[in-house]
């Protein structure tokens, strides 16, 4: 079995990705601004950002017009929530594997001759 | 090949292994990246961005990904706590349970009471609707419908128990959309509403009057929900 770092996605790795991912998966779908408060990013962080996962396929932008201002709705995808999920095990497999080894007692010395 | 070696070392290195074709053996089999990663000294001079993204996720120690564990939780905290609005939830359902029991109280008539739920679930609807568009955000339907299941499964336990299920209803739903907001204390207070209705329901008390003060409490609750939201 491969090692959980292998499985970790760079897509959505980064911290912000991350956030944005996670924030898209918990609603149906978010608009520009509410999910640039909700994670603290400035405008062209968060269209970086969005971009990125756009073309990887993860999340999915609306553009619209409502009351004559544009406004940009953000959803995730299927693959979006996949994808977070892996993201997720395979960051829980990380803390698991290292959890032993920080509970495991310290090996006594061997006492001087 | 040794370790690190300078950037002309480098490439004199792969010159010397016939000249592999960094870029295409990764874009077409990422097994061989991580043969070269084990291999040979991972230089800038290699450009693979394949074979970068296996070093940056090497580099995670379980120190970071138990950070962006606790980032990812705060996140969904977050956005749950603005999809559900909780403080807002306690709010209107304290006042259905209050107005409920004030008309139960002045004029105990069933016909009047329905006349009245259905007209607040009319009115309320496009309100809402509307509410959710401004508040740029619309909550997946998993979870309001959680809450309402584990309400309407309540209200059937307090039936059988002799409680009021209205009572039990919404002091249910609004302390299970606090727990899931990650508003403990809230949820805490609105669940010792209810119960606090039902047990003086259960004693004798008349059910609009449990219906009242449970109402109050869960208002109380949302009051101190929307003042910790507002303080951050």
Redesign the interface.
């Known amino acids: 079995m491969s090692h959980p770092t292998t499985r970790l996605d760079p897509a959505i790795h980064q911290p912000a990705r991350l956030g944005i991912l996670t924030a898209a998966c918990e609603v149906k779908r978010i608009d520009f601004v509410s999910l640039r408060d909700l994670l603290d990013l400035t405008d062209g962080n968060l269209s970086r950002h969005l971009a990125t996962l756009e073309g990887a396929g993860y999340i999915k932008i609306d553009k619209t017009f409502e009351s004559r201002r544009p406004r940009t709705w953000i959803a995730a995808t299927r693959a979006g929530r996949s994808a977070l999920e892996r993201e997720i095990a395979a960051l829980r497999e990380i803390v698991d594997a290292a959890a032993p080894a920080r509970r495991a007692p310290a090996r006594p010395r061997s006492a001087p001759a | 090949v040794e370790r690190q070696p300078g950037r002309d070392e480098g490439r004199a290195d792969r010159d010397a292994h016939g000249g592999v074709q960094v870029d295409a053996a990764c874009q077409s089999e990422h097994e061989m990246c991580?043969s070269l990663q084990k291999n040979f000294a991972i230089q800038s001079t290699v450009h693979c961005q394949a074979m970068q993204?296996?070093l940056?996720?090497?580099a995670?120690?379980?120190h970071a990904?138990?950070a962006?564990?606790r980032?990812?939780s705060e996140?969904?905290r977050?956005?749950?706590r603005?999809?559900l609005a909780p403080s807002s939830a306690l709010l209107a359902l304290g006042a259905v349970a209050v107005i409920h029991g004030a008309l139960a109280l002045a004029w105990p008539h069933a016909a009047v009471l329905s006349a009245v739920w259905v007209g607040a679930v009319v009115a309320v609807r496009p309100v809402l609707r509307r509410a959710r568009?401004r508040?740029?955000?619309?909550?997946?339907?998993r979870l309001p419908f959680v809450c309402a299941a584990v309400a309407v499964a309540i209200a059937a336990v307090s039936v059988a128990a002799g409680a009021s299920p209205l009572v039990s209803a919404v002091a249910t739903a609004g302390a299970l959309a606090a727990s899931l907001a990650g508003m403990p204390a809230i949820a805490a207070a609105a669940m010792v509403s209810g119960l606090t209705g039902d047990a003086l329901v259960a004693q004798g008390l008349a059910p609009a009057a449990g219906e009242l003060i449970a109402g109050a409490g869960l208002l109380a609750a949302g009051l101190a929900g929307a003042a910790r939201e507002g303080g951050g």
Do not use: F, K
């Not at chain 2, 508040?135 to 339907?141: N, P, T, Y």
């Open positions: 991580l993204a296996e940056d996720r090497s995670v120690s379980h990904a138990a962006r564990l980032h990812l996140v969904r977050r956005a749950r603005a999809a568009r508040r740029g955000l619309e909550a997946a339907r």
